[in-house]
């Protein structure tokens, strides 16, 4: 797959990355966490290659795509099913394998969220263009993340990039959270539960700076 498949569709979308097709090349960077190292090579030299011909921008928005993609199949699919089933009071929806699908989704997508943000800075702080990049995919990923209760959990994608932030850009981005909070007052309660909830990446979304 790696040789047959993947390398091939990476060189191809280099060829114009001004032009780049973001659920491509998304599809490509979703590799980078995968247990078998030579698609996870491939899908690491891409990301590298991206960042050299497009720059951090055109990186970060190709990983933005592939985290929310990511989101909307492995989490955001388990649990509007579960909620479905809830609010119809389906008694045959196994509720247990939706739950155990949604956890495991969300592990992944932090998972993958962890891999991504050591492309935009592996060690310290973000600077230039890549701190800029940075702080455009956290206002986006919170954008997305208030669209809908179904999106809150979306935060487990966004924590692993704070630690790029400079101080400024932190309080920035914690400002601009609060602000798109208080014009999504329905989401409240879901914010609260998922801050109540044992999930150190929304807490630390929604509680630091």
């Given at each position: 797959?790696?040789q ?9 979308l ?17 590799y ?8 996870a ?9 991206l ?46 394998a939706?739950?155990a ?18 492309l935009?800075?592996?060690v ?5 263009e ?10 986006a ?16 994608a ?16 914690r ?13 409240g309660?879901?914010?609260e ?6 999930s ?10």
């Open positions: 797959l790696a047959t498949l993947l390398l091939p569709l990476s060189q191809a280099l060829v114009d990355v001004a032009q780049l097709n973001k659920r491509q090349a998304a599809a490509v960077l979703r980078l966490d995968d247990a078998h190292e030579p698609l090579e491939v899908a690491r030299g891409f990301a590298r290659r960042k050299d011909a497009g720059g951090a921008t055109r990186l970060a928005e190709a990983q933005l795509t592939c985290l929310k993609l990511l989101c909307a199949e492995r989490c955001v699919a388990p649990l509007s099913g579960r909620v479905a089933a809830e609010a119809g009071d389906d008694a045959a929806f196994d509720h247990a939706a739950e699908a949604e956890a495991d989704g969300y592990a992944a997508l932090q998972s993958l969220a962890r891999r991504m943000a050591l935009v800075c592996a310290g702080k973000a600077k230039g890549a701190l800029a990049a940075a702080v455009a995919l956290l206002r990923g919170v954008d997305f993340a208030l669209q809908s209760e179904l999106h809150v959990g979306f935060s487990a966004l924590a692993p990039f704070l630690r790029v932030l400079g101080d400024a850009e932190a309080r920035a981005l400002d601009y959270l609060l602000a798109a909070l208080a014009r999504q007052p329905a989401l309660d879901r914010v539960d998922e801050r109540a909830a044992p150190a990446a929304f807490a630390q979304l929604f509680d630091f700076a």
